[in-house]
């Protein structure tokens, strides 16, 4: 099952994809895919109403009607850092042991066809295609590979958007270069797992200007998203509607050499086997004017 969100941000409508260029209109019988639905076991719901869908509400889905992120607003962002065993060697940087974590602000999330906005200041603004995870159900101190694997609602295309010097060169967290609006591009769906299948055998991909810049797989995953929910909850409590994203592939801007980064204008592409595509386009925000240092 594929969950679309459909409309003007703020204004999204949920949706559920039947098939290329169909949807299943859901207003009225559910307000957002969010912390409430998910919790609620909307997710089963949902198969229910699929196995007889009212033909009232079919409709052609429009390809020029904006695609907002498959989920509202979720409590936390959390976030996987050095997660794949190449990323970590272009960054001159150990595998880690164990998942470093970190956080994104919720308000970064985004459609996946939104524009990216450089921050006042930005001058190494990068690029990571991402699997994430939309957690299902609320999720603490689970005990088994088995209670994760049950807590995960589906999988999404993020793209966690990163300005390098903020993020590397201003002391403290990476927080910092991680939480500016529109910094995480969701979507196109969610899709649950059952579509997915093996998340550890997905190929990603990210172009920038048409370049192909990612050419990677979940396959070099250090720790695959079953460990990583069931880690994450031994630390703080993961709520229904939460997202996980799970580090990024080789060929980000600031391993190349020398390193590269977006300017205004720039147009990155990205996708994820069996989950879509996105597409951004970099424009100038508060402060920001031409082309950024690259």
Same mark, same amino acid.
């Given at each position: =099952?594929?969950?679309?969100?459909?409309?003007?941000?703020?204004?999204?409508?949920?949706?559920?994809?039947?098939?290329?260029?169909?949807?299943?209109?859901?207003?009225?019988? +559910?307000?957002?895919?969010?912390?409430?639905?998910?919790?609620?076991? !909307?997710?089963?719901?949902?198969?229910?109403?699929?196995?007889?869908?009212?033909?009232?509400?079919?409709? /052609?889905?429009?390809?020029?009607?904006?695609?907002?992120?498959?989920?509202?607003?979720?409590?936390?962002?959390?976030?996987?850092?050095?997660?794949?065993?190449?990323?970590?060697?272009?960054?001159?940087?150990?595998?880690? %042991? /164990?998942?470093?974590?970190?956080?994104?602000?919720?308000?970064?999330?985004?459609?996946?066809?939104?524009?990216?906005? =450089?921050?006042?200041?930005?001058?190494?603004?990068?690029? /990571?295609?991402?699997?994430?995870?939309?957690?299902?159900?609320?999720?603490?101190?689970?005990?088994?590979?088995?209670?994760? %694997?049950?807590?995960?609602?589906?999988?999404?295309?993020?793209?966690?958007?990163?300005?390098?010097?903020?993020?590397?060169?201003?002391?403290?967290?990476?927080?910092?270069?991680?939480?500016?609006?529109?910094?995480?591009?969701? !979507?196109?769906?969610?899709?649950?797992?059952? /579509?997915?299948?093996?998340?550890?055998?997905?190929? *990603?991909?990210?172009?920038?200007?048409?370049?192909?810049?990612?050419?990677?797989?979940?396959?070099? =995953?250090?720790?695959?998203? +079953?460990?990583?929910?069931?880690?994450?909850?031994?630390?703080?409590?993961?709520?229904?509607?939460?997202?996980?994203?799970?580090?990024?592939?080789?060929?980000?801007? =600031?391993? *190349?050499?020398?390193?590269?980064?977006?300017?205004?204008?720039?147009? *990155?592409?990205?996708?994820?086997?069996?989950?879509?595509?996105?597409?951004?386009? +970099?424009?100038?925000?508060?402060? +920001?004017?031409?082309?950024?240092?690259?």
């Amino acid at each position: =099952m594929k969950l679309l969100r459909l409309g003007p941000a703020g204004h999204e409508r949920p949706a559920v994809v039947l098939d290329e260029g169909r949807h299943l209109e859901l207003d009225g019988l +559910v307000d957002d895919f969010d912390e409430a639905f998910f919790g609620s076991g !909307g997710i089963d719901r949902l198969r229910a109403l699929l196995d007889a869908p009212d033909p009232d509400r079919i409709r /052609e889905t429009d390809p020029a009607e904006r695609i907002g992120a498959p989920i509202g607003r979720p409590h936390q962002i959390i976030c996987v850092g050095l997660n794949y065993s190449d990323h970590a060697r272009e960054t001159g940087q150990a595998v880690p %042991a /164990e998942p470093i974590l970190f956080t994104k602000s919720p308000n970064t999330l985004v459609g996946p066809g939104d524009a990216v906005r =450089m921050p006042r200041g930005a001058t190494k603004l990068d690029w /990571e295609v991402e699997l994430g995870i939309v957690v299902a159900t609320r999720a603490h101190e689970l005990d088994t590979d088995e209670q994760a %694997a049950a807590a995960i609602a589906g999988y999404v295309v993020v793209n966690d958007v990163s300005e390098r010097a903020f993020q590397l060169e201003r002391g403290g967290q990476w927080l910092k270069g991680k939480s500016a609006p529109t910094f995480t591009p969701a !979507g196109p769906w969610l899709v649950t797992p059952d /579509e997915v299948g093996d998340p550890r055998a997905l190929a *990603m991909r990210l172009d920038v200007n048409g370049i192909r810049r990612q050419n990677g797989s979940t396959a070099t =995953m250090i720790f695959d998203p +079953v460990f990583l929910v069931r880690y994450i909850s031994q630390f703080l409590a993961l709520e229904p509607g939460d997202l996980i994203t799970t580090g990024t592939p080789p060929g980000v801007g =600031m391993g *190349m050499t020398p390193p590269l980064y977006l300017a205004v204008g720039d147009v *990155m592409e990205l996708s994820i086997d069996r989950l879509g595509s996105q597409r951004q386009v +970099v424009v100038a925000g508060d402060g +920001v004017s031409g082309r950024a240092d690259r």
